[in-house]
């Protein structure tokens, strides 16, 4: 048997020798790039012992960063999941000119630096712009408050959930749909009881994956916020001011709060996609 | 319900599907679409649903012109191609789906629309099997259960698109059977499409044979065996072997000699039978009279590829096993029946 396994070699493996050296290689970098700063946040929150580690989330600012944090997800994240569920819809069941240039822009937030991004809401609403004045008059303040931070979470976490859903849609084509109108259902039944239903898994997907970014957001955020401690400082812009002022226990006591919400995203992704997975990829026919 | 389609005429993006057709069904009939891909059954069948509009033209539903109505407002069951169940739903939920999307004031009270689905169970033989999802179900269970979906809201027609397409032979065989008692019991006007002649031929009462958006005939099983109307349908439904003639005073000639068939017109045509279908002759006195260059076994018979004297065209004819002929080199036949359609151009 042992004879067998060395004599006739798997056409598509490698060499026993490539394959420790390629597995110690990703290995290594792993633990360079993701684990060690991982632990680095951990040790770094806890050196000056648990008692510093929980004072850090008693300080007003710290506290107003995390109610910021969490207000603004609470905002982008639904909308998202309107935009994104309602461009996915348009783009995978229905064809219409310039479909193709949809696309493209929902992929804009992807392929766009942050900065620049945070940067155009302030060319358009900041006191510079040609809407400022008028802002201002009626009282409105976009730029260095909520509504800011909010368009630019939004700007940034669009993609998440009208990418994971466009090609599940499309895979899914519009079979299902045409049975339900054709046994009398309306376009809004339709789509509650059939179409939801068959990408609820995606969907939920998409809503993890825009949670954690709507919540790590620094670029633009950071341009669009002003940086006015407890008011405009969202959780990552808050671990930055902590950090620039050396104050390294409460800068990564507020960082483990961002990492354990990565790593529980993380954890739920991978459940999603072992249970779920020919639901949330492309490939599920019964 | 009877449906009449006037003059319809569908593009997709400037490309015709169908190029103005009529067609009448009559009440309680079973009619198959049946043709190649591409020749526009599916998307006659759709029309009828609703689930696309015409360019042109009108549907009527008895008296009504349907092609006004959206596809809720047509009351029509459509079985489709791949079932279409919905896949997070039980089968009694499924077949429960078109009555309780109805609005409050028709829909039926809950224990109805129970009593309804294990009605409609017992109909397609698949009770007990109420609490599965689709994917815990066979092909052929599926199928009925699509059935069962589409019969619930009571359509006034049934149309189903390649109903056994996705069906293994076996399945699709005794499926066949058993659409057909199902149809001779509820007596639903039913529209199948088919690419398959043999479910067609079988299945239904009368057969729409189409090619390139058009109707090419329309006819009972045996109108469109025996008496096949172009020669599309004729190559297309059972088997065909065509050799070029002519036709001159009232006879078929090959080349320079007649085969002994009667036929009208003049000038060159087509004249098409059935391998199968041929006489075998000992002396040829005005006959096709060929040499057997090729021989393949079929299940019944032996199938001989015979090239014609003279024109050296190549036909095929069947021959019994245990014929003589099969053991010659050169062969004397002459077709039983026979059509000539005149060679265009």
Known sequence: MSEAVSRYRD????SPTWR????????????IVVILPLITVFYEAFRKGAAAFFEAFQEPDAIAAIRLTLTVAAIAVPLNLVFGVAAAWAIAKFDFRGKTFLVTLIDLPFSI???????VYVLLFGAQSYLGPILKSQGIQIIFALPGIVLATVFVTFPFIARELIPLMQEQGTGDEEAALSLGATGWQTFWYVTLPNVKWGLLYGVLLCNARAMGEFGAVSVVSGHVRGLTETMPLHIEILYNEYNFAAAFA??????????????????????????IAAGRKH | MDVRIKNIRKEFARFPALNG???????SEL??????????????????????????????FGDEDASLKSVQERNIGFVFQHYALFRHMTVAENIAFGLKVRPADTRPAKSEIRKRVSDLLDMVHLSGLEKRYPNQLSGGQRQRVALARAMAIEPRVLLLDEPFGALD???????????????DRTGHTTVFVTHDQEEALELADRVVVMSQGRIEQVGSADDVYDRPGSPFVHRFIGEASEVPVRIENGEVWIDDRTVGLKAEGNGPATLFFRPHDVDFLEGCGG??????????????????????????HRIEVDVPVDHPAAMKSGLNFRPRHWAVFPTNG
Do not use: M
Not at chain 1, 113 to 119: H, R
Not at chain 2, 34 to 59: D, H, M, V, W, Y
């Open chain 1, 11 to 14: 056409p598509a493996g490698e």
């Open chain 1, 20 to 31: 420790v050296l390629l597995t110690l290689v990703a290995v290594a970098f792993l633990a």
């Open chain 1, 113 to 119: 630096s942050p900065v620049i991004s945070g940067l």
């Open chain 1, 254 to 279: 507020i960082a483990t709060l961002l990492a354990l919400l990565a790593l529980v995203t993380l954890a739920l992704k991978t459940l999603l996609e072992l249970r779920y997975g020919d639901e």
């Open chain 2, 21 to 27: 057709l009529s067609l009448d069904i009559a009440s």
């Open chain 2, 31 to 60: 009619i198959a679409l049946l043709g190649p891909s591409g020749s526009g059954k599916t998307t006659l069948l759709r029309l009828i649903a609703g689930l696309e509009q015409p360019t042109e033209g009108q549907i009527f």
């Open chain 2, 169 to 183: 032979a076996k399945v699709r065989k005794e499926l066949r059977k058993w659409l057909r008692e199902f149809h």
């Open chain 2, 287 to 312: 006959c096709f009279e060929g040499v057997v260059v090729g021989s393949r076994r079929l299940a019944g018979a032996r199938r001989l590829e015979v090239e014609l004297g003279g024109s050296r």
